[in-house]
């Protein structure tokens, strides 16, 4: 039976278990961080569980190699979200790791020449020609996932064929036409589905040059290792070695071993081939700081490079995340070593980033895996080793970097759009980094960018033209001739673009800034600034809000270029009236609070341009159909008759590749969208938010028609004397509207009015809108927009005072047939009134009149709120124009004296 335990045995026993109770739980909580990382339902928790894993690390160094080997795992993940996180823990792990700084040996056994010379190999015998012709494609994947039988082996060809031709029918959806009693037989024949082996065992329908790109990578690194020590040479061939494992053909993900040696802390015995031992390794995966020998990411990072050439696009993604972040903090420490050489610590360092950098264009000039998110292409492998390129960039030397940069414009040169694409992506981080390289590196790489501006792929147009973006005013400054040339070819571009070309958004940006900057202003066009600012009229509805904003930010750019002495753009006469209409629509459909604030500078600035009587022709005729739309219900899509469209231009003989362009650009695809004031997108908001954007818009149009209003009704010398004053015809819109009952159209006509006398030197309103505003304010009316609900609300008042009657209780001296209820008589009536008749009435019947009342009482309430708000709103604004007339009552008399003498 059981034995008694000893009170010294019990006594041990607790003390164990106490001790060891924080080391259970801080695995506890680690394995909770871990599975934040993949199951967080916010990016803003598993972002937090990120930044805890970096506080494990700076609360316990040692654990370095454990939360690394852990994180590996979750940047392997299929899921976009867990890599995004994991590579967040791998930023704040590497945050709370010391530099890794080594002093080095004391003497080479090599002249560091010698080592600097090894760097360059990589560089010098790149060739993009032989990694096309010899690497197998990056793709999705190797598309194992996809096939419905596993194997084939232990069957004969002829059940084979039958198995084959059984699948096939299925996936082709002939199995059905089978039923059908149709014959099938005949679409293909056992020869179409016999695969023939060739001797080293890959098919013959796949090419048996394309190698992994591995074998490529650690043939050019075993011709760098030449001239190095030994030791060196051993580091080399185990990095070719790790190298070399790639995802066997079965798609089994779990042949690549996902762990890594640890650097530190290991107990080694390490002989050259040269003495005929081998070498003995016994790890223990902890760390300690204060012992290491190697730098602390060095097997964590020749994983991830292995990892870059994986068949699998979510593994390569993963891995390349991994090494952003660590080379942006570490990157300075990559490769040094205790037994470094001192006078070979930087040359070994450029040498491990230059071989990074090398297996990193391998991956651009290799992968070919795209997706398209809205209208945009999107290649999140070559995106994110060209950011991968960009960090590692910071830390290579002058030499290292035009090495890069070579091999990048190999890349430009290639028929593949793919490389093409992943070049100029390459050139786009390596421009924004090395700003203290520009000088040298524009003029080298502004030939291929341009090419890539002229390309047929508009995907890789786009990327030219996000690259010269960042370096916009280095271009204007430092190459002033090739200026103009790329401007004239953006121009020429906005013909190809439409709502859904992926390049609108990088095109538009760069023509922005580059118009902006001074120093291109005295740039000569090729053609009339007539004739190319219509281009951008389709861009101000696009839906990018950047687009747009660009846009904006063009034309008021194009108006700077005006006549020095009259301060004038005369070149905008002709296409005014167009310009005027865009730009007032644009400020009624806009959502963005940004966007409408520089659509009123552009305004402003367009007033102050235009010859005034030219102004006055080209704005008249549309006053009355832009205060309409500004009274426009907030549900009620405009009519399309009173908006101006603008639709792509394109030219026939340019012919251009658009992957995210399905449909014909000839074709307009917004011809049954419909547009609403305050912004199609508000329709999807709450009723407040809603209500805030269409009052918001309808106070932004009545401030561009209120400066309008101060421009036209200033003195014109050669103003024709029969033609009706400006005046004459805004006295006669507002006094229109004002003699309505509609809520809306007096609170449309009291903001611009208001705006009128706020934003101009000189307000000539007339005497007569004026008085009518003060009518207007001194009215009590029940309003338009509250005569469906007014009639409702009466016509139920009036069933429950029949219903009441019909009980014998007398009516009609406190509510006379004839007479129309007010909404305090009807209030009265759901209230005091029936309270007071309540005695008088049978408990059967109270009871169904009681129920009557509190619905009756609902709909008085809502249609007083409705009134209520509507008088609240006009009552405000009023107030807002009696103050400001209060202050120009007798300026107005004294100016409109002076009009009328100078007419």
Known sequence: MGQSISPKKRSFMSGFIRANIPFVNHCNRLDRLFLLLDNGSTPLIRKSAAEQLGEVQKLHPYELNNLLS??????????????????????????????????GAPKSEVGSSAVQDAGKILFSQFDVNKVLAFGASLLGSEGVQYDSVQSFIGIDDKEHLAQQRQLLNKRLGLDIAGNLGLDSNNLFNDEDLHIEHSSNGQTSGQPIYNQPVADLVKQQLMDVTRGLSAREKNKAKRKAKHLAKQISKDGNSECVSQEFDPPAKKTKQEVSEENG?????????????????????????????????????????????????????????ASKSCDTPADQMAAVNQIWLSDLALRLLCVLVLDRFGDFVSDEVVAPVRETCAQDLGVLLKFLDVEGVNGVTSVLLQLLSQQQWEVRHGGLLGLKYLLAVRKDLRDVLLPTVLPGIFQGLQDSDDDVRAVAAAALVPVSDKLVTLLPNQTPIIINCLWETLLDLDDLTASTNSIMSLLSKLLSNPSSMSTTMSQSLTELTPRLWPFLRHNITSVRKATLETLYTLLNIFDPETKKCFWITSILPDTLRHIYQRILLENNGILIELTYKVWTLLLERSPLDYLIAASMPWLGVWLCLLMQPSR?????????????????????????????????????????????????????????SVTRARISGARLLGMLSGYITQYVSNYPPEAEKPVDSLTKLFTFHLNTKSALQRYVIGQVLYFWSLLSKDCLCSSEVKSKLLQCLNEAIYFDEIALAFTRMQSDCRDFIASIKQQGI?????????????????????????????????????????????????????????????????????????????????KIKDQRNIYQAAH
Request: proline share 3%; net charge negative.
């Open 810 to 890: 007398e009516m009609d001296s406190l509510f006379p047939p004839t007479s129309i209820l007010s909404l305090d008589q009807a209030s009265q009536l759901t209230s005091t009134v029936f309270d007071n008749i309540k005695a008088q009435l049978k408990p059967r019947m109270l009871q169904t009149l009681d129920d009557r009342r509190q619905q009756l009482q609902i709909s008085v309430t809502q249609t007083t709120i409705e009134q209520q708000t509507y008088t609240i709103r006009f009552n405000l604004f009023m107030s807002f124009i009696s103050l400001a007339h209060i202050r120009l009552k007798e």
């Open 277 to 333: 031992k081998n070498n003995v390794e016994t790890d223990d995966n902890t760390l300690n700081l204060d012992e290491m020998e190697e730098w602390p990411f060095e097997s964590f990072c020749e994983v991830l490079m292995n990892d870059l050439f994986n068949s699998s696009w979510e593994i390569r993604h993963g891995a390349a995340t991994g090494l952003r972040e660590i080379i942006k903090q570490h990157g300075r420490g």
């Open 636 to 692: 009620t899509p405009f009519e399309p008759t009173y908006l101006i469209e603008a639709k792509h231009k394109v030219r026939d003989s340019i012919s251009t590749t658009k992957r995210s362009n399905i449909i014909d650009s000839s074709v307009d695809c917004n011809k049954d969208n419909r547009e609403y004031i305050g912004g199609i997108e508000s329709l999807n908001k709450s009723l407040q938010d809603r209500d805030y």
């Open 70 to 103: 852990k994180i590996h795992v979750y940047l392997r993940s299929s899921s976009w979200e867990t890599r995004i996180a994991a590579g967040q823990a791998v930023e704040a792990i590497g945050k709370n790791v010391p530099q890794w700084e080594p002093r």
